[in-house]
């Protein structure tokens, strides 16, 4: 395989490292390591002061073998082919590793959101799905939110694709309003499937939560509402961050206080000292991403974009326990360090899937066109997240092998035969 410098060649250092657990068709594993097929589109948009501007979107679907492809759609400015491709990559693993009957795929445009009036957000969504419309559909590939794409873009992405096709089509997207077709539960999903994923390896792990000192990076959808399942379960979190910098109370801090100020203040770092939160937490102090992610915790958990633990930070990682929310925060290099130094590294593909899991059961009520209640959302994602997490943690035991590495077999187990299904060089040649 070509080892290049980049995100993708990174990703496939983990098919690598797995392949040599498991025992596949060369065929399979031909298949695996190229994506069914990448779109690069250019979408012209008439912005609020009446100039054109031209942004640039992907949309890469992986590998369908097990079903339509499916995967979040980002809005960043640092959105590129190799990213996306990096981003199907892991999403056909994650829907391989929770048993979910869906392929691999991302999408997303290079672009500040920040930037754009909401009108200007409006049009850019339409546009991207005018661009991109025979790439995907219910039976195809199912678009959904990632970072910095929300319930409303889906709404909006989801009207575009039935003006189009000339009906209504609410199971092309997931993680769409309520009101729309949206499940319940999607919206905190990815949240409430780490935490299971946590509690599910905590006894295992020998840890008690009350004694157990977590940090979390990123405190968007997933970082902010998990900071929050864990603080009610009786968790210390003792700092988080947003793109703009942290917090840090080594006793504690009041996790519902920080989501109030930050909802009011729109950054974390207003927190800090803030009359109310400085009083409620006294000894708060403010702290960099950089600092967070060196803290010395117990459980580190980067929910926010890849590659934040790398080489050059890695040996200063003091966290016994990573959980990545985020996709891709630890390269392979930081990995391999982590890994000689005894901390324990739980996967993306395994504690960020709850987010697939709910769109897969958001896309499935859209199909039957009924409603399912909160309980009954919740009730499947548990199940499915602590059964997949024990047969993943039994994989890593049997094989004594990393968590990474065990998510990835064990996912191979299940691509692997679904591609051999379809037949084999024996068969063809026997
Ligand atoms: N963007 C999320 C992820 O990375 C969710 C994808 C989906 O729901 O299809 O897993």
């Avoid at 219910?138 to 970072?147: L, S």
């Avoid at 997933?222 to 700092?239: E, I, T």
């Avoid at 060196?294 to 926010?304: F, G, N, Q």
Wanted: glycine content about 8%; overall charge neutral.
């Amino acid at each position: 395989m070509t080892v290049t410098n980049t995100l993708f060649a990174d990703a496939m250092t983990r098919l690598d490292d797995a392949l040599k657990h498991v025992s596949i068709s060369a065929d399979a594993i031909e298949r695996l390591k190229f994506p069914k097929a990448s779109l690069t589109v250019s979408i012209p948009v008439r912005m609020d002061d009446g100039s054109l501007q031209v942004f640039q979107g992907y949309r890469v679907r992986y590998d369908d073998t097990r079903g339509p492809t499916k995967g979040g759609v980002r809005f960043h400015p640092s959105v590129n082919l190799d990213e996306v491709q990096s981003l199907a990559f892991w999403m056909t693993f994650k829907c391989a590793a929770l048993n979910i009957p869906f392929g691999g795929a991302k999408g997303g445009i290079t672009v500040d959101p920040k930037a754009l009036s909401k009108l200007e957000l409006e049009r850019l969504s339409r546009a991207y799905i005018d661009a991109i419309a025979d790439f995907i559909g219910p039976n195809v590939d199912i678009p959904a939110p990632d970072v910095y794409t929300t319930p409303t873009i889906m709404g909006w992405m989801m009207d575009q694709y039935s003006i189009i096709r000339r009906q209504l089509s609410p199971d092309v997207v997931t993680g769409k309003p309520i009101a729309l077709g949206g499940s319940l539960g999607r919206d905190t999903a990815t949240a409430t499937g780490a935490f299971y994923t946590i509690e599910t390896l905590l006894p295992k792990l020998k840890l008690n939560r009350h004694e157990t000192t977590v940090a979390i990076q990123g405190f968007g959808n997933a970082g902010s509402y998990l900071a929050r399942l864990l603080f009610d379960a009786g968790y210390r979190v003792v700092a988080v961050s947003d793109s703009k910098g942290g917090i840090y109370d080594a006793k504690g801090l009041d996790i519902p206080s920080v989501q109030k100020f930050r909802a009011l203040h729109h950054h974390i770092e207003a927190v800090y000292c803030e009359g109310t939160v400085c009083n409620i937490t006294n000894g708060q102090t403010s702290i960099t991403n950089e600092e967070l992610l060196e803290l010395d915790v117990d459980i580190l958990i980067p929910a926010a974009l890849e590659n934040q633990i790398v080489a050059a930070n890695a040996d200063r990682v003091r966290a016994k326990y990573v959980f990545e929310v985020a996709n891709g925060p630890v390269s392979s290099a930081a990995d391999r360090i982590l890994n000689a130094r005894g901390v324990l590294v739980v996967p993306d593909i395994l504690v960020n899937a709850g987010g697939v899991t709910v769109s897969y059961f958001e896309w499935l009520q859209n199909r039957g066109g009924l409603y399912w209640s909160l309980e009954d959302v919740d009730r499947r994602l548990k199940r499915n997240t602590i059964d997949e997490t024990n047969k993943i943690w039994q994989v890593a035991s049997d094989l004594k092998i990393p968590m990474r590495t065990a998510a990835y077999v064990h996912a191979l187990r299940r691509l692997g035969e679904a591609l051999e299904a379809k037949g084999t060089r024996n068969y063809f040649v026997g």
